[in-house]
């Protein structure tokens, strides 16, 4: 299993407002790869409540209302995505983690979770997880 970063969603479902780079062409390509493999069941991810509402809220401030439903409604319809919960102690740690790591707090939520599922591969565009010892990044 490994974790999904909210960056692969973007990148996969969000509209350009302008022409593409071609590295953020290879980017979008990616995650549209990496989405469909989830979708059709071949893989079993992680993500967090907090990365899903993540998603959903930036998914609806720049597509809209209906497609952030629709998008949420499609996620909790898999069953190869598992989501966990996030509470006090684990923002806690994260704030540790992102002071320690220069990373966000949302990427110290991930690292936490998972952590305590023992994974070691993300699913992510987001550079700052570099940053974090023993992760391997995987965009394809």
Excluded: C, W
């Excluded at 591969?121 to 974090?132: A, M």
């Amino acid at each position: 299993m490994r974790f999904l970063d909210s960056s692969v969603l973007l990148h996969a479902y969000l509209k350009p407002r302008r022409k593409l780079r071609p590295e953020e062409v290879r980017i979008k390509e990616n995650a549209k790869k990496i989405i469909k493999r989830i979708d059709e069941g071949k893989e079993e991810v992680l993500i967090t409540v907090v990365h899903l509402s993540e998603i959903v809220n930036i998914i609806e401030s720049y597509i809209g209302l209906r497609e952030s439903i629709s998008l949420l409604a499609r996620i909790l319809a898999l069953r190869n995505i598992n989501i966990a919960n996030v509470n006090r102690r684990d923002y806690e740690k994260a704030l540790f983690i992102s002071s320690h790591y220069n990373v966000s707090v949302n990427d110290g939520v991930a690292y936490i979770k998972m952590r305590e599922s023992n994974i070691n591969e993300i699913y992510t565009f987001d550079k700052h997880f570099r940053n974090l010892p023993d992760i391997k990044i995987i965009q394809e």
